[in-house]
């Protein structure tokens, strides 16, 4: 396998371990040119008996994925799913599904924020380990008159339980990666410069059982799912926004500093103070 013609991330492969960089300057936003990017990488890589984990990082320090493209919400169009995808899918979920169902473990390094799409992107993976006081995790989308449609109720609530997915989803809280390790958001919490060489040992530790072993685990640990998901009955909520209200937020979002670098490190500063007034 090759693994060209991708401009968002970039692939190493080394002792049956598949590092994938996620370089989407300037802050790794989930859109289209990436969604386009880890759906080709996920074609190929499938059938790459060479491939037996697949690890995400990011060569930003500061964003993981940063979360969703906000022009997703100015144009819902955009979230549409072709003919090439399943029906009922937008192409956040359809993306994060592909990503899911790989046969190699999947495994995100997060060293920066992974917010709404980014979150949704990192939960589906099959392990995440985050750095301590560098990472942050959030589903921020209520915040901004929607909720997280990429899967991410259905995968919060499979990880953290429904009472926890429920704080998190409509709190919209950033959580830091010591919470995230307490609500089972991720595997473990672990100190920044431990991160690289934790989650490489494991890699090719896993790596060196070989494909047969790591299919019956996968397989028998996936058939004890009790959360199954419901992506379409996720998907098909979305008819009840109202996609001008929706819109015209987005657009004041965007105003505001939204996918800008400055606005992205007080982001959720920005989305409480753009919450409407509660009435007494």
Do not use: C, W
């Not at 100190?191 to 890699?203: K, N, Q, S, Y």
């Not at 926004?241 to 004041?252: D, G, N, Q, T």
């Not at 490190?265 to 989305?271: F, N, S, T, Y």
Request: hydrophobic share 45%; charged share 20%.
């Amino acid at each position: 396998m090759t693994y060209s013609n991708l401009s968002a991330i970039s692939v190493d492969i080394q002792h049956g371990v598949a590092t994938v960089t996620i370089d989407h300057p300037p802050l790794n936003l989930l859109d289209g040119t990436l969604i386009a990017d880890l759906m080709a990488f996920s074609a190929q890589v499938r059938d790459d008996d060479t491939v037996r984990v697949v690890v995400f990082e990011s060569a930003d320090p500061e964003f993981f994925i940063a979360h969703g493209d906000m022009h997703f919400l100015t144009d819902p169009a955009l979230m549409a799913a072709d003919g090439d995808l399943p029906p009922d899918t937008n192409v956040v979920q359809a993306v994060n599904e592909e990503i899911r169902s790989l046969p190699q473990v999947t495994i995100g390094k997060i060293a920066g924020f992974a917010r709404g799409g980014g979150n949704e992107f990192a939960m589906a993976l099959d392990m995440r380990f985050a750095a301590i006081g560098k990472s942050a995790q959030a589903q921020p989308e209520t915040l901004m008159g929607i909720y997280p449609g990429g899967g991410g109720t259905q995968y919060m609530t499979s990880l953290v339980g429904r009472a926890r997915a429920l704080e998190l989803i409509l709190g919209g809280e950033l959580v830091d990666a010591e919470l995230a390790e307490r609500y089972g958001l991720v595997n473990r919490a672990l100190p920044a410069d431990r991160l690289d060489t934790f989650v490489t040992t494991l890699a090719r530790r896993i790596a060196a059982l070989g494909p047969t072993v790591i299919g019956i685990v996968k397989t028998a640990v996936g058939a004890a799912d009790y959360a199954k998901r419901d992506l379409a009955a996720e998907s098909s909520l979305a008819g009840r926004l109202s996609f001008p209200e929706v819109a015209a937020l987005a657009h004041k979002l965007l105003a505001a500093g939204v996918q800008t670098r400055e606005g992205e490190l007080r982001l959720e500063e920005i989305l409480n103070e753009a919450l409407p007034e509660v009435t007494p």
